[in-house]
């Protein structure tokens, strides 16, 4: 993704989900950004283009030991 994509993106999510966050591109790929808490990996965004219209997707895996305490 361009820059200042990026940027705005990244303004977006803070507003809408936390202030905190923030994305980085993604060394072997340029359709997608990483998304971070601090200095937590959390989620990665891609970028989907069809027919003309430009969406993003957030995609955030919690592995069961994550929310099961161990």
């Given at each position: 993704?361009e820059?200042?994509?990026?940027?705005?993106?990244e303004?977006?999510l803070?507003?809408?989900?936390?202030?905190?966050?923030?994305?980085?591109?993604?060394?072997?790929?340029?359709?997608?950004?990483?998304?971070?808490?601090?200095?937590?990996?959390?989620?990665?965004?891609?970028?989907?283009?069809?027919?003309?219209?430009?969406?993003?997707?957030?995609?955030?895996?919690?592995?069961?030991?994550?929310?099961?305490?161990?």
């Amino acid at each position: 993704m361009e820059r200042e994509e990026t940027l705005r993106l990244e303004a977006y999510l803070k507003e809408k989900l936390h202030p905190g966050l923030r994305l980085l591109a993604r060394q072997k790929a340029d359709d997608s950004v990483e998304v971070y808490l601090g200095a937590e990996f959390i989620a990665v965004v891609y970028k989907d283009e069809d027919e003309g219209e430009t969406s993003y997707q957030f995609m955030m895996t919690v592995l069961k030991e994550d929310i099961m305490g161990g």
